[in-house]
Nanobody
Framework: QVQVVESGGGLVQPGGSLRLSCAAS????????MAWYRQAPGKERGLVAS???????IYTDSVKGRFTISRDNAKNTVYLQMNNLKPEDTAVYYC??????????????WGQGTLVTVSS
């Protein structure tokens, strides 16, 4: 069984910063892709940023230049540094982890979500 735990959400004023963390634990051989998705009220969940095991990174256009995704493979943890936050960044942020198990191959695990609210 694999667990994914997020932390770091909260309330911040426009222009402020937050850092999200997501740690994976449990039984798996390796982790490939790690990513952050978000879902605003009344909208579908969408990709914010993604990073693979070899360091390839993609961002959705609306966060480029403001958000930075990184990972610590030794800690099985992915981070999302969010700067210059805007009200439209308000959403529940979900961590996505793609793990590999020898017995069953690749599978995706989602975190429970952490709320980020950008408001004055």
């Amino acid at each position: 069984q694999v667990q994914v735990v997020e932390s770091g959400g909260g309330l911040v004023q426009p222009g402020g910063s937050l850092r999200l963390s997501c740690a994976a634990s449990g039984s798996f051989s390796s982790i490939d892709r790690m990513a952050w998705y978000r879902q605003a009220p009344g909208k579908e969940r969408g990709l914010v940023a993604s990073i693979t095991s070899d360091g390839s990174i993609i961002y959705t256009d609306s966060v480029k230049g403001r958000f930075t995704i990184s990972r610590d493979n030794a800690k099985n943890t992915v981070y999302l540094q969010m700067n210059n936050l805007k009200p439209e960044d308000t959403a529940v942020y979900y961590c996505y982890v793609q793990v590999y198990k020898l017995a069953s191959g690749y599978s995706a695990v989602w975190g429970q979500g952490t709320l980020v609210t950008v408001s004055s």
